[in-house]
């Protein structure tokens, strides 16, 4: 089945996922952010295939949110270093964290965060960068136009 690409739908939401809509790279990127580097350690970590690993980290190094980086010449090999981009994905990842921290984790959280500006351990959590409360359905708007892709998606009906 050819999946559908949102590359130029104007919702960011749909940008992202069109990056990100697989199994495995947001997970690939969850690692970087832990600090793995390395072909092999990836792989390890997450049980991925080589070839599954290799299509991932291409379209990461492709979409500028890895930077290669040779670390040995014989054999060739490379490691992989998060970009300004990639590490800015982090909000991403916590806010995925969050939310299965709250509706899928049995108990407590399987890995608690510590904030190290206050030494806290912390909850994530999406916040308003003009006055610092927090964002959820109940208290955010659409200040522009509501739904601007409408009309791409399948079985859409013309606006009335």
Not at 8 to 29: K, M, N, Y
Not at 41 to 64: H, K, T, W
Request: include cysteine; proline fraction near 9%; charged fraction near 25%.
């Amino acid at each position: 089945m050819k999946r559908t690409s949102f590359a130029d739908w104007q919702c960011s939401v749909a940008r992202t996922t069109d990056l990100i809509g697989d199994w495995w790279t947001p997970l690939v990127l969850r690692d970087a952010s832990r600090g793995t580097t390395r072909f092999d350690d990836f792989q390890a970590s997450l049980g991925i295939s080589r070839n599954v690993l290799s299509q991932r980290l291409e379209r990461l190094v492709g979409e500028g949110m890895l930077l290669p980086r040779p670390y040995s010449l014989r054999p060739p090999r490379q490691e992989y270093l998060l970009t300004e981009k990639g590490r800015d994905f982090f909000g991403v990842i916590l806010a995925m964290m969050a939310w299965g921290d709250r509706w899928l984790a049995d108990g407590e959280p399987p890995f608690p965060l510590r904030h190290t500006t206050c030494g806290h351990v912390t909850t994530p959590q999406v916040t308003c960068a003009q006055c610092g409360g927090r964002l959820d359905l109940a208290t955010v708007e659409p200040a522009g136009p509501a739904d601007p892709d409408r009309e791409r998606r399948p079985g859409a009906r013309a606006a009335p």
